[in-house]
């Protein structure tokens, strides 16, 4: 059997092809010469799993995509509190390139917007031999798995325009936000525009944001799960601009346009998206990305208000021995509406003296309040006589959580245990 996901995809694209309103951005000289019947759509599962379709090779440059991603590097190098100093988390409701500041506080409303986006780029990591620019093109390059390189021509091109973005630029010098030199900053970030993707790159890059900072091929820990989640709640505020309220009614996943033509969008836990097509609405969205978009998440039910309804099947399984040990084996996500199912579920253990083993080995993962709920369960049941194990073989638990509660925490596999 072969999976329809890439067939729907191509049929997709098939559909929106025929839409060809919309103009090339021309502020950018050299995007005026990008060919407006190119079309690329990629999903990435959280699981590590590529499927695109149509013009998926195809470079173009992140523009305004780089956005979301330079702002989880500069709240991973500085920490959220000191990047909040800086660029504020309101909708502004205008165009991206609105000479604008929050009124109280003289700071950017947002890091989407540019005159955020500009001061997000000076908080970016540097050295003396290592730009920021260059920074946040490794780190785009360790999302993605592959070596990004800049567009040269694009980043000369959009530097002789850049009137708009150089007077945002002394806007922010002048009341202080911006420290250094405004012309290096803002060269600085229209070189971050300038790196380029592929429709692929940036499906890859945003299922390691939909899996909480960790990527999905290598499982290794590339975010911070906080930093993500601040990251895709300005995305869904304010990613798609003056567009915001629409978009999020419409399609309501976390998104980016960037003007090349590409929206990344991000559903959490489970997929990241990108569409390419150069011809853009008022608003400066790709006219085709945001059809793509309107008709996966409608085929496709991936409206975030949609709400999936959580996982009723949190117990795998109830056995009881004859001993009278009872083992509960547990399967999926410990959020809070799943260990208040569980919860609900352990209270029909009469009081007793058995033993009650809970094997954790199967779940995928554990939040927070998953944890301090299933120990707070642990500690009633003991309080009832029984004797607890948790059996925490893949170590979902963090050491802190399990602080003293070592003595019922048995790290190993339910077979191994009951040998
Ligand atoms: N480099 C572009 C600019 O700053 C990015 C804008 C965008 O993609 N919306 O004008």
Not at 17 to 33: R, V
Not at 35 to 62: K, Q
Not at 272 to 284: E, R, W
Not at 320 to 347: A, I, N
Request: hydrophobic share 40%; proline share 4%.
């Amino acid at each position: 059997m072969k999976t329809p996901v890439p067939d729907y995809l191509a049929h997709v694209l098939d559909q929106c092809h025929a839409n060809t309103e919309g103009a090339l951005a021309d502020y950018i000289p050299e995007l005026a010469a990008a060919n407006p019947n190119r079309i690329a759509l990629a999903l990435s599962t959280i699981d590590g799993t590529i499927y695109s379709s149509g013009d998926d090779e195809v470079e173009f440059t992140i523009q305004s995509m780089s956005k979301p991603f330079a702002y989880a590097l500069a709240i991973q190098e500085h920490g959220l509190a000191q990047v909040l100093e800086k660029v504020g988390v309101e909708p502004s409701g205008e165009a991206f390139n609105q000479i604008s500041l929050e009124k109280e506080r003289s700071i950017p409303k947002n890091p989407m917007i540019n005159s955020g986006a500009i001061t997000t780029h000076s908080l970016l990591p540097h050295k003396k031999t290592v730009s920021r620019a260059e920074h946040l093109r490794r780190f785009l390059s360790e999302l993605c798995g592959r070596k990004l390189t800049f567009d040269e021509q694009v980043y000369q091109s959009e530097l002789k325009a850049a009137f708009r973005n150089l007077s945002i630029g002394y806007m922010l010098r002048t009341v202080g936000v911006l420290e250094e030199d405004p012309e290096h900053i803002v060269h600085g970030y229209i070189q971050q525009c300038a790196i380029k993707v592929t429709v692929k790159d940036l499906a890859r890059m945003g299922s390691v944001l939909a899996n909480g900072g960790k990527d999905p091929v290598t499982g290794k820990c590339i975010l911070d799960r906080q930093v993500c989640r601040q990251v895709l709640s300005v995305m869904m505020t304010c990613g798609m601009y003056d567009a915001a309220g629409d978009w999020l009614t419409t399609v309501g996943i976390p998104a980016k346009s960037g003007v090349a033509g590409g929206i990344i969008g991000v559903l959490p836990g489970q997929v990241g998206i990108a569409v390419f097509s150069p011809k853009l609405d008022s608003h400066g969205n790709s006219v085709r990305g945001v059809e793509i978009f309107e008709r996966l998440s409608s085929d496709m039910g991936l409206h975030l208000m949609e709400g999936t309804p959580s996982a009723q099947t949190i117990i795998q399984s109830r056995r009881e021995y004859d001993d009278g040990m009872v083992v509960y084996e547990l399967r999926g996500v410990l959020q809070f509406t799943e260990t208040e199912m569980f919860l609900r579920e352990l209270q029909n253990e009469p009081v007793g003296k058995n033993k009650v083993v809970l094997d954790l080995t199967h779940l995928t993962l554990i939040h927070d309040v998953g944890a301090r709920m299933l120990f707070e369960g642990v500690k009633r049941l003991q309080d009832d006589g029984h004797r607890v194990v948790v059996l925490d073989a893949e170590s979902l638990l963090s050491e802190q959580q399990s602080k003293g509660h070592k003595r019922v925490i048995v790290q190993q596999h339910l077979h191994d245990y009951l040998k």
